[in-house]
């Protein structure tokens, strides 16, 4: 299943760390959710993203606040695209768990 979307860069502050991540629309994490598939830790789904000329293997998470799929945007990727700790980015996924 491939898809694109534009999303929202927002911040996760955990006690030791600082994580950023876009959510995937809510529709179209309805459809990520109903592939069956083997159960994952935390309800992970593997994916490839692509963001401009960067592409990585990753996961997706439900995350309940943003009531999606998030996609963690990884340091490298962010200094290589030019992204920062917010405004809108284009994603185009790969989910490999189907």
Do not use: C, H, N
Not at 16 to 36: C, D, N
Not at 59 to 66: E, G, L, T, V
Not at 89 to 95: I, K, Q
């Amino acid at each position: 299943m491939q898809i694109e979307f534009e999303g929202e860069i927002f911040r996760w502050q955990s006690r030791e760390q600082e994580w950023i991540f876009v959510a995937l629309p809510a529709p179209l994490s309805a459809e990520i959710a109903e592939i069956p598939r083997p159960r994952r830790g935390f309800g992970s789904v593997r994916v490839e993203a692509r963001i401009g000329l960067s592409t990585w293997r990753t996961s997706i998470f439900p995350d309940a606040a943003q009531g999606a799929y998030v996609l963690p945007l990884k340091r490298a990727v962010r200094e290589a695209e030019g992204i920062g700790t917010e405004g809108v980015v284009s994603v185009w996924l790969d989910v490999l768990d189907v």
